[in-house]
């Protein structure tokens, strides 16, 4: 018997991620999450749901399902390392719990437009974000303690995800140079506006999923 959830990627949920906020949750290590005071780039999140599916009943249903479609997303397009430049929605929300990484932490101020080189390190994580449903902001994230999903030290998660797992010392715990950790710490930062790239410009067509039962991953049917 299979088990399996399923899961419908329409051309309206890819349109509804296309416009996701990607903010910083500031928590923990920190780690990228949708606006949660406008995830699809605007206040009135039922309208901006509305004007993508022409349902002006089920915009709670549809947000939820969100979660799904993001997690399979991530897992499953494709982008090209290079530049790439976007407007910064950020820019024009208030303040609140969540962030830019790019804001200037004295003036406050976020730039409007942004230019940033995705490199093959940020492809090479972004399927390994440990994507959750944040139930006080209402809306999808990175789980900012173990943003990669296992490790707290989440520095060591991404040198075994990039291929660069480190030596152990006699105990078993890793062995990391601070060159080495301030790297990835950075790198883990950038993963806000790589993330914001990814989903606007990276490549998935709609198609049926499925995650097979006990597994985080999906995979097309």
Do not use: C
């Amino acid at each position: 018997m299979d088990d399996a959830r399923t899961f419908e990627l329409t051309l309206e949920r890819i349109a509804l991620i296309r416009r996701m906020v990607i903010a910083w949750n500031g928590t923990e290590v920190g780690a990228p999450i949708v606006h949660p005071d406008a995830p699809y780039g605007s206040s009135d999140r039922d309208g901006d749901i509305f004007n993508v599916t022409g349902d002006d009943e089920g915009a709670d249903e549809e947000h939820r399902a969100l979660g799904d479609a993001l997690a399979l997303f991530l897992q499953n397009a494709t982008l090209k390392p290079g530049r790439y430049a976007y407007h910064n929605t950020l820019a024009k929300l208030p303040e609140s719990d969540v962030f830019d990484v790019f804001r200037d932490e004295e003036t406050g101020v976020t730039p409007e437009h942004i230019t940033f080189d995705v490199t093959d390190e940020h492809l090479r994580l972004i399927p390994h974000l440990s994507l959750t449903w944040d139930d006080e902001y209402e809306v999808p994230g990175v789980d900012p303690k173990r943003p990669y999903g296992h490790m707290t030290w989440h520095t060591v998660e991404m040198a075994v995800h990039l291929g660069e797992p480190p030596d152990k010392d006699a105990e078993g715990r890793a062995i990391m140079s601070e060159e080495f950790e301030l790297r990835l710490r950075n790198l883990h930062r950038e993963m806000q506006p790589a993330l914001q790239i990814f989903l606007r410009y990276a490549d998935l067509g709609p198609g049926a999923f499925r995650q097979p039962a006990g597994s985080a991953g999906w995979e097309p049917v």
